[in-house]
């Protein structure tokens, strides 16, 4: 059976409603005018006075409540109808980041929190903005799904960040995980000088790492074209919550994007915006392998970026990779200022530390300490994340240096 559309069958009732009145009307004009000619007809029979009946106005009462209750419908189905269509305008969750039914925030104690992959940092509990939590609680739990995990350590992928010692607030994002054969890092970094940058780095990473999550667990998928779709889903995230927002800031909602995969013996990259990825090879040499997409004639302004609307040509590289080589991101607060040495000395400082993770930490925090005559180099947020394949050997001998130039 066909369902009612209550906006058309209200306006039906109304219809039917006055045309009742009017027929209801049109009977009591005939009635009238028949009682006339009937007294006018006795008056000239007969002189006795007759008095004519009058028709009782009480019977267009029908008519006239069922037009009126259609009406109210009509005009009852219209502002239920226009509350539908306000609602339909705010974006729901992409169903690819959608959370279960069951999911809330924060989780009762002894329930396992969709972040037991603790694929984040900054950490999704450390995120203020509700919307932008949701996602990143939503690109969790899809880890969970597929059954994602930490990268193994103390050999693998890491990441960490740091918002430094100048800048109010920390605009990177960055995320590590494991799913099948495949070790998984994502950077992010919000566009500076521009409003929610901090939003728009967490989003894109939320929404990159939902979408490699499930791209990745289905085997029959090429790893770049997960990438590539990678992309498209931050753009659609951000896209998203750009609508949820619904104020002129949200044009400032954009991000750079670096997305790394190791998996096999192959890497697969992809590049928007500014940064920089780094091959050091086994033997110790570094290979940057993507140029920063900024326009000469406008300074530092970017020709790339993942936000509601694509803005420039994603890059994207696979190749090969033996045991020992190693991937090495970071954002434009590290790279801008570091040397050409720097990811090769990044390498060597894991492998003397042994475990990735807590030597990411350390170069980090050597790196927002470092000051010269005119304050601190590294004025910028700060990320970095390894990638390794297999246990690397050592590069060089010295310690870890944080000399910029």
Not at 66 to 81: K, T
């Amino acid at each position: 059976m066909k369902p009612l559309d209550p906006p058309r069958t209200a306006a039906r009732l109304a219809v039917l409603g006055l045309l009742a009145v009017l027929l209801t009307r049109e009977s009591l004009v005939e009635s009238r005018s028949d009682a006339s000619a009937v007294a006018r007809a006795a008056k000239v029979a007969a002189p006795a006075k007759v008095t004519p009946s009058t028709p009782s106005p009480w019977r267009a009462l029908p008519g006239a409540l069922l037009g009126l209750g259609g009406l109210a419908a009509l005009i009852a189905a219209v502002v239920r109808h226009r509350r539908r269509a306000e609602l339909a305008l705010r974006p729901p969750v992409p169903p690819a980041l959608a959370p279960p039914v069951a999911a809330s925030w924060p989780f009762p104690q002894g329930r396992q929190a969709p972040d037991a992959v603790g694929a984040f940092v900054p950490r999704l509990e450390e995120e203020p903005d509700p919307l932008v939590r949701l996602q990143m609680l939503a690109a969790a739990d899809v880890l969970l799904r597929v059954g994602a995990r930490p990268p193994a350590p103390p050999w693998g992928a890491a990441v960490a960040t740091l918002g430094g010692y100048v800048r109010a607030e920390n605009q990177d994002t960055a995320a590590a995980f494991a799913v099948g054969p495949h070790e998984v890092i994502v950077v992010a970094d919000g566009c500076g000088g521009l409003p929610r940058g901090r939003e728009a780095a967490r989003v894109a990473t939320a929404a990159a790492v939902a979408s490699l999550a499930a791209d990745l667990s289905a085997s029959h998928l090429p790893r770049l074209d997960a990438v590539r779709r990678a992309f498209s889903a931050a753009s659609e995230g951000l896209r998203l919550v750009a609508r949820a927002y619904r104020d002129p800031d949200t044009r400032g909602l954009r991000s750079t994007l670096l997305i790394a995969i190791a998996g096999g013996e192959t890497f697969t990259v992809g590049y928007l915006g500014d940064g920089s990825v780094v091959h050091v090879d086994v033997e110790g040499r570094s290979l940057p392998l993507f140029e920063p997409m900024r326009s000469e004639q406008a300074g530092a302004a970017l020709t790339g970026s993942v936000g509601p609307e694509p803005y420039g040509e994603v890059q994207l590289l696979s190749f090969a990779a033996r045991s020992g080589d190693a991937l090495v991101l970071g954002t434009d607060g590290v790279f801008d200022r570091v040397d050409d040495d720097f990811a090769r000395e990044l390498v060597r400082h894991a492998e003397d530390r042994g475990d990735v993770r807590p030597a990411l930490d350390e170069m980090l925090a050597l790196l927002t300490a470092h000051r010269d005559a005119a304050g601190y180099v590294y004025d910028d947020n700060v990320t970095l994340g390894l990638l390794l394949t297999g246990r690397a050997r050592p590069v060089s001998n010295g310690g870890p240096a944080a000399g910029g130039r």
